[in-house]
């Protein structure tokens, strides 16, 4: 059974430019939630989406926009890239009730 | 505003210590209180805890939460060096489904 994976696994773009990360969650969920984890910091929550829709959002501006396709994999896209962007991506799946999150690697983002 | 909060941000010991981790909260419609395990990338689940006062045990860590006075700890026993890793815990709400608050993390060395 796979757990959650998340692709690539290290990214380096510059300021500007626009990117796009990938999450496949673990087989049975059809929840995915996203968080950004700067160095040194806890994971914080970006958005969760749910029967292929935007169900929570976190405290993050509209460059970081979000997808779910019917196979409930997600993409994270984050455009105008800022050097304060450069972090650690999780993506977590779970039922939707579900109570527990299972993470997958992450995608370590630098932008420079 | 929701704030949870870990102490210490980190600790170094030696093999066979005995420590104990923190984690106040401050989180409206409170449900539940998670500890994860973050070595390299993904977090791993340790414990999930909703109830006061009843301790959750797995090998050498436990956890317990007091919902009176907003706070957990988590006590790891008979340290070793498998166990340094930074330590998370996060909270969920009732009206946010799943999603989590988390703190800035204790990170744990354990010394030969």
């Known amino acids: 059974d796979a757990g959650v994976t998340q692709s690539p696994t290290h990214l380096i773009k510059t300021r500007g430019q626009q990117v796009t990360l990938r999450c496949s969650p673990k087989s049975g969920h059809d929840t995915v939630s996203w968080y950004q984890q700067a160095l040194g910091q806890g994971p914080q929550f970006i958005f969760q989406y749910y029967e292929e829709e935007e169900r929570q959002r976190g405290n993050f501006p509209d460059r970081f926009s979000g997808h779910q396709f019917p196979n409930y994999s997600s993409e994270l896209n984050v455009n105008a890239l800022w050097l304060g962007d450069s972090a650690l991506y999780l993506c977590a799946s779970s039922f939707v009730r579900g109570k527990e999150q299972y993470f997958g690697p992450g995608t370590r983002l630098t932008v420079t | 505003e929701d704030k949870v909060v870990q102490s210490p941000l980190s600790l170094v010991v030696h093999e066979g210590d005995t420590v104990t981790l923190n984690c106040s909260y401050e989180v409206t419609n409170f449900r539940s209180l998670l500890w994860y395990k973050q070595e390299k990338k993904a977090p791993t689940f340790l414990f999930m805890l909703t109830s006061s006062g009843i301790e959750k045990k797995s090998g050498r860590l436990s956890s317990i939460l007091d919902k009176k006075e907003l706070f957990s700890i988590l006590n790891i026993t008979a340290t070793q060096t498998g166990d340094s890793a930074v330590y998370l815990c996060?909270?969920?709400?009732?009206?946010?489904?799943?999603?989590?608050?988390f703190g800035t993390g204790t990170s744990l060395t354990v010394i030969p």
């Open positions: 996060a909270a969920t709400k009732s009206n946010t489904g799943n999603q989590f608050y």
